[in-house]
T-cell receptor
């Protein structure tokens, strides 16, 4: 079966660092995406990890451990505009099918 | 042009109506996708077209009928929908790993 778990909600303070975890058990694995989605808008791409390790892109970093079925998204220097849902998504082996987790709603407070 | 466009933005239809959703991209991407997203839920894959051929149909009811007239266009024909089909319908395209999402069509079925 396909299972992607991430926390439902998180709250953090402006300027702080937050880590959003994602664990997955899927029949196939090609890579793992993180998307940001503001309410009522389409998801926007943040990162894609294929190999183990940390990928850094500005204030956002994403980590993957394939052996543990685990990833996290790290957001630094939080801003109010970072309040959004963050979706962890696994790309299946064939490359076309992407399975999304339920998303983590992040609230950034002043 | 680095975006996916979708029309209409909003659509209200009765259960006996026939309507179509349209998606367009001019990035030369050869894979295009339809997703359905209910409120506070992750996107669920419906269909994938690769090189204008249907490659994935995630057991979607026949009242949803996809069409890919050419490499830039993707349609979703709707007929005899149910109120529970009300959702945000997202189109995406990809060439490689990153999927680019359109803004979506918010569909309400009365």
């Amino acid at each position: 079966g396909q299972n992607i778990d991430q926390p439902t909600e998180m709250t953090a303070t402006e300027g702080a660092i937050v880590q959003i975890n994602c664990t997955y058990q899927t029949s196939g694995f090609n890579g793992l995406f993180w998307y940001q989605q503001h309410a009522g808008e389409a998801p926007t791409f943040l990162s894609y990890n294929v190999l183990d390790g940390l990928e850094e892109k500005g204030r956002f970093s994403s980590f993957l451990s394939r052996s543990k079925g685990y990833s996290y998204l790290l957001l630094k220097e939080l801003q109010m505009k970072d309040s959004a849902s963050y979706l962890c998504a696994v790309q299946d082996t064939g490359g076309f099918k992407t399975i999304f987790g339920a998303g983590t709603r992040l609230f950034v407070k002043a | 042009d680095t975006e996916v466009t979708q029309t209409p933005k909003h659509l209200v239809m009765g259960m006996t109506n026939k309507k179509s959703l349209k998606c367009e991209q001019h990035m030369g991407h050869r894979a295009m996708y339809w997703y359905k997203q209910k409120a506070k839920k992750p996107p669920e894959l419906m269909f994938v077209y690769s090189y204008e051929k249907l490659s994935i149909n995630e057991s979607v009811p026949s009242r949803f009928s996809p069409e890919c007239p050419n490499s830039s266009l993707l349609n979703l024909h709707l007929h005899a929908l149910q109120p529970e089909d009300s959702a945000l319908y997202l189109c995406a395209s990809s060439q490689g790993d990153e999927q680019f999402f359109g803004p979506g069509t918010r569909l309400t079925v009365l």
